[in-house]
């Protein structure tokens, strides 16, 4: 799921215009509207500003490799080892604990 998308349905399921997101997460209503459109030039930190503001942060993930090769997720279970690789989900939208 791109971030933007992500973004607008959860600020849609918690009940947030886009004013309010922007008021709440400190950022300008119209860094908000070019998120939810996943326009390429918003930037990182606001980004996670925003995601904070939800109760959420982005995942990291600590495997690297060409862009063009796939990602797949270790399945309920994997080993230990596996999930190290993650630091916090495949490009997830994790609930914000270490906030």
Do not use: C
């Amino acid at each position: 799921m791109e971030i933007g998308n992500f973004v607008r349905s959860e600020r849609k399921r918690q009940g947030l215009t886009q004013q309010q997101l922007a008021a709440k997460s400190g950022v300008g209503l119209n860094f908000v509207y070019q998120l939810e459109k996943n326009k390429a030039s918003v930037q990182l930190d606001s980004v996670n500003q925003v995601l904070r503001a939800l109760g959420y942060q982005i995942g990291v993930i600590r495997d690297f490799r060409p862009w063009d090769q796939d990602f797949t997720m270790p399945r309920a279970g994997a080993s230990a080892a596996d999930a190290e690789v993650l630091e916090a989900g495949d490009a997830g939208f994790l609930p914000a604990t270490d906030l």
